[in-house]
C-alpha cells in the first residue's frame, strides 16, 4: 500500500528534481548575457550547454551503476552539492574556459538526479500508478523551467550576471538541505535486498539491463521524443526568437514557459493512456515524433515570417515530447527486476541527450558555416538570421530520422521477445483497431 511517507518522499524528490531542472535550464536564457560576457561564435556558445549535456549522458551509466550499488539518496546529495558547486563558479567566471567548467560540475550533479527519483518512485509505490507519478514527477521537475524563464530572467536583466546565478545556487543549496533531512531510499520492509551488494554484481546488471530489447526500446523512445524540447528551451530557442524572430527577451522568455505548460496537459494523459495500453507505448512514441516533425517542417518552410501563433503551436508540441520522453523508463521497469533498475534507467536517459548535444552541436556549427559564407560573399555578418536558422534547425530531421529507424528495430526485437517467454502476441495497429471495430460492429 502506498504510504503517507511514499507521498512525502514523492513530493521532496520531485522538488530535488525541479531544482536539478533549474540549474540546467539556467543558461537557456542567458545565451545572449553569455555572448555579452564571454563573446565568441555560435559553436563557442553552444559549447557551453553541449559540455553540458556531454557530461550529463556520459555520466548516465555509472550514475545507474552507483544507484544499484549504494542507492539513489548518496547520488542525489553529492550530485546536489556539485551543482551548486558549478553555479557558484559560473556566478564569478572570468572567461569562457571558467564558465565550461562550471557547466560541466552542473550537468555532472544534474545526471544523478532525474534516475534517482524514478528509483525512489518504483521503490515506494507499486502498481498501475508508477508510470503515472513519473509523468507527474516530470512535470513537476519541469516547473525549473519556469522559474529559469520568469524570476530568473528577470533577476538577470535587473541585476546581471553574477546574482542570477548566485540566487540558481540557492535553490540548489535548499534541495540539498531537504535531501539531507528527509529522503530515505526504501521502505524498511524492502531491507537492502534491492541493492547490489559487490561490484561485480552491479557490472553484471548493467550488462544484462544493456542486452534487453525492452531496454534498447526505452533509450530510442528517449532519444526521438526528449531532444527537440531540450535543445530548443536549452540554448537555441531564447537566441532564434529574440534575433531572428525580434520578439523581446521578456517575450521569448515567457514563450519558453509554453514547454512548460503543455508537459502539464499532457504529461497526465501520456501517463493514463501508458498505464492503460501498456502495449502501444510505442506508438503513442511514434506518434508524437510524426507531430514534432509536422510542426517543425511547417515553421521551416513558411514562407515569411512564422506568425507568434505557430511558434506558440510548435512549443507546445515539441512540449509534448518532454513527457513522452519518460515513456522510455517506462519500458525500462517493465522489462528489468528492481534491483537493475538504476542500470536500465541510466541506458535510457543517455538517449535523448546524446541526441541533444549532437543536435545542439550541429546547429551551432552551421549557423557559423553560413555567416562564414554570407561574409565571405561580401554581405554583412548577420549570425543568427532567420534563414540562416531555417537550415540549422532542419539538422533535427536527420537526427531524430535516424533514432526512428533504431526504434521500430528494437521495438521487433521487444515483440518477438514477449511472444517467445510470455506468449503475448502484439498485432500492428491497424489490425488491432479493425478486430475492435469489427467486434463492435458484432455488438450492434
Not at 562550471?102 to 550533479?109: D, E, F, K, N, Q
Not at 531564447?238 to 527577451?249: H, I, K, Q, R, T
Amino acid at each position: 500500500m502506498n504510504s503517507r511517507r511514499s507521498w512525502l518522499i514523492f513530493s521532496l524528490g520531485s522538488f530535488a528534481y525541479l531544482s536539478a531542472v533549474l540549474q540546467r535550464t539556467s543558461l537557456g536564457v542567458a545565451g545572449v548575457a553569455a555572448t555579452e560576457r564571454f563573446g565568441g561564435s555560435a559553436a563557442v556558445l553552444s559549447s557551453l550547454a553541449v559540455v553540458q549535456l556531454l557530461v550529463y549522458a556520459s555520466a548516465q551509466i555509472p550514475v545507474g551503476i552507483l544507484i544499484d550499488r549504494y542507492g539513489p539518496r548518496i547520488l542525489m546529495l553529492s550530485g546536489t552539492a556539485l551543482m551548486v558547486c558549478g553555479q557558484l563558479t559560473l556566478a564569478f567566471a572570468p572567461t569562457i574556459s571558467v564558465a565550461v567548467l562550471g557547466r560541466i560540475l552542473v550537468g555532472a550533479g544534474d545526471a544523478t538526479i532525474f534516475i534517482s527519483v524514478i528509483r525512489l518512485i518504483s521503490s515506494w509505490f507499486t502498481g498501475r500508478i508508477v508510470p503515472q507519478l513519473s509523468q507527474y514527477m516530470g512535470n513537476i521537475g519541469q516547473l525549473g523551467q519556469v522559474l529559469s524563464a520568469v524570476p530568473l530572467a528577470w533577476v538577470l536583466h535587473v541585476w546581471g550576471w553574477t546574482p542570477a546565478f548566485l540566487s540558481a545556487a540557492s535553490v540548489a543549496l535548499v534541495s540539498l538541505i531537504v535531501i539531507w533531512l528527509a529522503i530515505k531510499d526504501r521502505p524498511d520492509r524492502l531491507g537492502d535486498h534491492a541493492l547490489a551488494h559487490t561490484w561485480g554484481s552491479a557490472l553484471t546488471q548493467l550488462r544484462h539491463s544493456f542486452r534487453r530489447p525492452g531496454t534498447q526500446l526505452g533509450f530510442w523512445s528517449h532519444y526521438v521524443t526528449q531532444s527537440s524540447g531540450t535543445v530548443f528551451s536549452l540554448l537555441w530557442g531564447f537566441p532564434f526568437m529574440v534575433y531572428a524572430l525580434g520578439y523581446e527577451p521578456s517575450f521569448a522568455a515567457g514563450m519558453l514557459t509554453i514547454l512548460v505548460g503543455a508537459g502539464l496537459v499532457f504529461g497526465p494523459i501520456l501517463g493514463l493512456l501508458t498505464a492503460r495500453y501498456p502495449l502501444r507505448r510505442s506508438n503513442i512514441v511514434l506518434g508524437i515524433v510524426a507531430a514534432m516533425g509536422a510542426a517543425w517542417a511547417v515553421v521551416l518552410l513558411w514562407p515569411a515570417q512564422p506568425p507568434v501563433w505557430l511558434i506558440a503551436v510548435l512549443i507546445v508540441v515539441i512540449g509534448i515530447g518532454g513527457p513522452g520522453s519518460l515513456i522510455g523508463f517506462d519500458f525500462a521497469r517493465t522489462f528489468n527486476p528492481q534491483r537493475a533498475l538504476g542500470s536500465a534507467n541510466g541506458v535510457v536517459n543517455v538517449g535523448g541527450f546524446t541526441a541533444s548535444f549532437v543536435t545542439m552541436f550541429l546547429i551551432g556549427v552551421l549557423l557559423d558555416v553560413q555567416d562564414t559564407w554570407r561574409v565571405a560573399g561580401g554581405a554583412e555578418s548577420d549570425l543568427y538570421a532567420l534563414d540562416s536558422f531555417r537550415v540549422a534547425f532542419a539538422v533535427q530531421f536527420i537526427v531524430v530520422g535516424v533514432g526512428v529507424m533504431f526504434l521500430v528495430h528494437a521495438r521487433r526485437r521487444t515483440r518477438r521477445q514477449l511472444s517467445r517467454d510470455e506468449g503475448i502476441e502484439v498485432a500492428p495497429l491497424w489490425v488491432a483497431l479493425s478486430r475492435t471495430w469489427r467486434r463492435r460492429r458484432g455488438r450492434d
